[in-house]
């Protein structure tokens, strides 16, 4: 959420200084660089949503996995007995045969 609220300054930023600078600018290079930022702020938010959605989803199956329940993941149970958790990369490893398990296949 922060890294959206720091995106959302400096888009409000520039599109200050392109009004400011308005009358430095012809009227289609004005345009093209408002399309510009609109376009950026567009992918930006996009990016955003679907990223809160993963670590949502992430949050999820981490509690549940921290809870000591089991995890379906494609006919592999994994539990905090059986499994550990690598944040880094997301995935379950298995205690005996270190068989890596990506988190999101998990149910």
Known sequence: MIRFAIFLILFFVLIG?????????????????ISLIVATFVVGFIYTSLDNSSGALKQD???IYKSGKELDCNGIKVSNKTHGFDNGTS???DNKNYQ??????CK
């Open 100 to 105: 890596k398990i990506d988190m999101f296949i």
């Open 61 to 63: 199956i981490l509690n």
């Open 91 to 93: 995935v379950f490893i």
């Open 17 to 33: 200084v392109c009004v400011y600078y308005k009358n430095y600018f012809n009227s289609k290079l004005y345009i093209a660089v």
